[in-house]
């Protein structure tokens, strides 16, 4: 009997150090900042209601995006980081913030889709 208590015990202790392994959101990585860069080599597309089209390519820890509107073409440049799935972007003294879920990307309420 003895036995069977102390079975379930350890049982329900690696049950329990289980799922608290799999639903903690913190890694090591978030607690000492080297947590994986996700846009880092990727390109994303928009194109917003009057059809510019946005391209943006992401290479740690810069982007440039370039903007498609008939026939004029403008390419800027900045540099991002990513904390979680937050984005910041800042070019020529402007910000933007962004949300990363997947293969979208939600920029100042933008929708871009990975390529």
């Avoid at 049950?15 to 890694?27: H, Y």
């Avoid at 903007?67 to 540099?79: A, I, L, P, Q």
């Avoid at 997947?102 to 100042?108: E, F, K, T």
Wanted: charged residues 20%; hydrophobic residues 35%.
């Amino acid at each position: 009997m003895k036995k069977s208590i102390k079975l379930a015990g350890i049982i329900a202790i690696v049950a329990v150090i289980g799922f608290l392994s799999i639903s903690c959101r913190t890694t090591k990585g978030e607690l000492d900042g080297t947590t994986k860069d996700e846009l880092n080599g990727t390109t994303w597309r928009g194109i917003d209601d009057d059809d510019v089209v946005y391209i943006i390519t992401f290479n740690s820890p810069n982007f440039t995006i370039t903007v498609v509107h008939e026939r004029d073409t403008v390419t800027m440049k900045g540099t991002y980081s990513i904390s979680g799935s937050t984005v910041t972007m800042i070019s020529d003294g402007e910000t933007s913030t962004g949300i990363l879920t997947g293969n979208r990307l939600i920029i100042d309420g933008e929708p871009f889709t990975k390529q």
